[in-house]
């Protein structure tokens, strides 16, 4: 029978090295599905995933301090960047700085996993998202893997105040 062992057992090894691929956010934590090979040239959108009719937002506070940390199962020559984008897809806040030779850092530290970024102080979006977008030089110049994570970035109410939400500790700079 093809079901058999030897199927099970390709199929396995089969999904198992396709899924030890490049790029995947951990916090804020990636969209769902959290695929890890979505590339500019294979996949559609500025997140290679179409938004989910449910979506697990993680919620920032303006002019906060945060870790943005992704896994790498393999590195890739070239830089990254984060970036914020609407709810319709289009960046409206670089996160990274932009350098004279290119709009990505972090070239010389291919190893890099976390970058700490500060949310602008007084910016909101609902409905927004946090874009990783990893070069692939060795696969030409335009081509980039990239990770989403759907964020609600909001003011803080009251600085005295408690805020009323939860944070994952490992975000926090």
Sequence with gaps: MIWGGPFVLLLTSTVVNRCKSHVVLTFPPARYPPLDFLDSSTTVGPCGVPKASYLHYTTLVAGDQYNITWRMNYV??????????????????????????????????????????????????????????????????????????????????????????????????
């Design 76 to 173: 890739t020559e070239g830089g990254f960047k984060i970036a914020i984008l609407d709810e319709n897809g289009l960046e409206v806040k670089r996160l990274t700085p932009d350098n004279r030779s290119s709009n990505f850092v972090g070239q010389l530290t291919p190893l890099q996993q976390h970058f700490h970024v500060t949310v602008p102080d007084g910016f909101t979006c609902y409905g927004c998202a946090i874009q990783l977008e990893r070069e692939v030089k060795e696969w030409g110049n335009k081509r980039k893997f990239r990770s989403c994570a759907d964020v609600n970035i909001v003011k803080r109410f009251d600085d005295k105040a408690p805020i009323r939400f939860t944070r994952m500790d490992s975000g926090m700079a």
